[in-house]
């Protein structure tokens, strides 16, 4: 039991992936966290009413669910597909309590990424009246440039201020990820610009640890690389952002762990911020 505050502190069930929600809300809980974002795989195997349930019993407020997107395609059908994907996680997400939904845009290798950021803005756009009933924000998430292939073509957060910008809605926005847009010399200028639209709706952290071993499954604890996060925090404040710090990490070395010791280090990673 920790006697941090850690009212302010988000973990995504991602980030302790061997967890079922009913293990991730009761331990999360127990250490005194405020905030979850749930990933849609856990709720894979229970019906919905359930982890509504589990989620309700816990004094947890849900960030987002994470994740939406995935609309480029060369072939219409699976962009159709896309679009019933994502109203699902629509109403899961109005369902569970979740006030934003998370996209990864995604990618097609056989078009252009321009043509994939069409789609993807298109794709938005179509889905903004069903999001707007479901009272369920979409939040753009760019992605680091070396997912640009496959899993998103919007890679910078002046691409997702665009495209935030172009759809011009309240029920469109942005979420900031360290790992993603540590490296844009734009950065600082670009979350400024996001707050000043209105436009930032979640703030996730790790670190970027060198040498990086696997580029999906090797995010370090906040402080454990060189990503500048009380600057980048500073910024995203300096908006008026007062939403959660969201702890999204994978990693396969930290998953081999036992979950509560490994909760314990974010915690005191989180408080070393
Ligand atoms: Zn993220």
Known sequence: MSTMDLSKLCVHTMTTKPWSLQECCTEYARAGIGHITIWRNVLDDLPLSEAVKMVQDHPLSVTSLCRGGFFPSIDPNKRTDAIDDNKQAIEQAAALGAPLVVLVCGADPGQSLDTSRKQIQDGIAQLLPFAEGHGVKLSIEPLHPMYAGDRS?????????????????????????????????????????????????????????????????????MGEGCIPLRAIRDAVLATGFDGPDEVEIFSSRYWEMDQRDYLQKIISAYDAM
């Open 153 to 221: 073509a919007v890679n910078t957060l002046a691409q997702a201020n665009d495209m935030a910008e172009a759809l011009d809605s309240p029920w469109v926005g942005v979420a900031v990820d360290v790992y993603h847009l540590w490296w844009d010399p734009d950065l600082e200028e670009e979350i400024a610009r996001c707050g000043k639209h209105g436009n930032l709706h979640a703030f996730h952290i790790c670190d970027w640890k060198t040498p990086t071993e696997d580029l999906l499954l090797d995010r370090g604890l």
